[in-house]
């Protein structure tokens, strides 16, 4: 691109129509960075500049309607190359190459996953309850689906934070943990129907961490909560 093409692009007004998107002219090319959500492919581009007389697709003329081009790029069907033609030759025509930075659709399913776990999460209410050797573990639905949950309880360690809150006396306390890693799977513990809490016995005194997920009548997942931490100690 020499600087008279430049200058008439950077006062050109381009927009996409999708809001996360981004379009940029950069050296030899036009690069088109695809919404988070990777479902949407097909992206509305408008170019507005008096300078501009026309514009092609892969030598394809685009529409123009009261001085402004617009046209469609798509992730699913690409096309290579843009075109500028500017008025009365005031620069040489400009070729640009489409480059298309695609984003993922499974990164976009992994976000609204947990979107709506940490949703149905805050519904379930899980709660916390310690004693000697042993937890209390109560929860609620999460939905109208619900059916069953299960609990699986790991050994934690790593570096403890301030208590949370206190849940009985002052020995058996809720507490969080900074860097927190899970040590190993101690067990799972199936809750049917009908059932709110599980009780786990026989606990030494040391740190502890669980995840509960929350099953509907088909055995589908609904949701599996980030790891919930505690800690049994001596009185």
């Not at 996360?20 to 408008?46: G, H, R």
């Not at 000697?132 to 109560?138: P, W």
């Not at 109208?144 to 299960?150: C, D, G, I, Q, T």
């Not at 799977?185 to 606990?203: A, D, P, R, T, W």
């Amino acid at each position: 691109m020499n600087i008279y093409q430049k200058k008439i692009i950077d006062i050109s007004q381009i927009k996409v129509e999708v809001e996360d998107s981004k379009l940029v002219i950069q050296d030899d090319k036009l690069i088109i960075n695809q919404s988070e959500n990777a479902y949407i492919e097909k992206y509305v581009v408008t170019f507005e500049n008096p300078a501009i007389s026309e514009i092609k697709i892969d030598n394809n003329l685009i529409d123009k309607d009261n001085g402004v081009h617009h046209f469609e790029l798509d992730f699913s069907n690409r096309c290579k190359s843009i075109t500028i033609y500017f008025v009365d030759e005031i620069a040489d025509p400009l070729k640009l190459n489409i480059e298309y930075n695609a984003t993922s659709k499974e990164e976009w399913d992994e976000k609204n996953k947990r979107i709506k776990w940490k949703e149905l999460e805050a519904k379930a209410d899980i709660k916390v309850a310690t004693g000697t050797n042993l937890v209390n573990i109560y929860f609620k639905p999460c939905s109208a689906e619900y059916s069953k949950a299960e609990i699986e309880l790991y050994t934690a360690s790593r570096k403890l934070i301030k208590p949370e809150n206190e849940i009985g006396n002052k020995a058996h306390v809720k507490l969080t943990f900074e860097s927190v890693t899970v040590d190993g799977l101690m067990g799972k513990f199936m809750v049917e129907n009908g059932m709110y809490y599980q009780s786990i016995m026989g606990l030494a005194d040391r740190k502890y961490g669980f995840k509960l997920s929350q099953y509907s009548s088909n055995n589908e997942l609904l949701f599996t909560s980030d790891y919930i931490y505690f800690v049994i100690a001596k009185s």
